[in-house]
């Protein structure tokens, strides 16, 4: 758990919040998708429609984010990745007020997003 000092007290943050906020986050760019269903990995299928994993932790001042997501195919995997990264430290910055954050983002799959995920879709 992080701590955040204010002369009024002090605020503890559970690393669950960090890691909701980042997965969400990630989600939030339309190329990212997550695993879904399945038992011990066995028959998982790709979902666009689903937040990506993410896991914090709080290192002094730094947040470090785990993140596995998958993309769809074709996209740039280099700038999808750097989209995410801005936008898990941007949200982190604004609801939390990280201002150190690294992200370390393992791409599991690719995959071309089924009919019917409506604006999860590339145009």
């Not at 195919?73 to 936008?87: F, G, L």
Request: charged share 20%; proline share 3%.
């Amino acid at each position: 758990m992080a701590q955040l000092s204010l002369n009024r007290g002090r605020t503890t943050v559970n690393t669950a919040v960090y890691s909701k906020i980042a997965a969400q986050a990630a989600y939030k760019v339309p190329v990212v998708g997550a695993a879904a269903g399945g038992i011990l990995g066995l028959g998982k299928y790709k979902d666009f429609d689903r937040r990506p994993k993410a896991k914090a932790e709080v290192l002094g001042q730094t947040v470090v984010i785990g993140l596995d997501l998958g993309l769809s195919y074709p996209s740039n995997v280099q700038q999808a990745c750097e989209d995410v990264r801005n936008m898990v430290a941007a949200d982190l910055h604004q609801f939390l007020g990280v201002e150190q954050v690294q992200v370390d983002i393992r791409v599991s799959w690719m995959s071309a997003p089924e009919e019917g995920t409506g604006n999860r879709r590339l145009r």
